[in-house]
């Protein structure tokens, strides 16, 4: 049960970041890049949209890899055998309430 909240709350947090990095981002090449313009920056424009590009990439596998992996961390019922049982004893109830045709009005 522990490492299914733990993976759950990875995914939670991926998913909050790669939001924020798609926003981030302008589909016509402006965004964040557009905003530091100017020429004695550090990083250049394209830089910034390369390396948000990356990272939205890292991002999408990781939630990938996380959703994976949580399929095999998720909590299972130890007793299988007993939802079978009640299932079945469901439909056997069902079956033996006898049947009454309702009447048709005329």
């Known amino acids: ?17 790669l939001v924020l990095v798609v926003l981030v981002q302008n589909s016509k090449g402006g965004g964040l890049a557009s905003n530091f313009s100017s020429s004695n920056q550090f990083m250049g424009v394209r830089k910034t949209a390369d390396f948000l590009e990356k990272t939205t990439w890292i991002l999408a596998i990781a939630l ?16 299988k055998g007993s939802v079978d049982s009640e299932l079945k004893q469901q439909m056997d109830n069902t079956n033996s309430v006898p049947y009454t045709p309702v009447p048709e009005k005329k």
């Open 64 to 79: 990938l890899v996380l959703s994976m992996a949580s399929i095999f961390v998720i909590p299972r019922s130890s007793t």
């Open 1 to 17: 049960m522990g490492a299914y909240i733990v993976i759950s709350v990875l995914i939670f947090i991926v998913c909050v970041l």
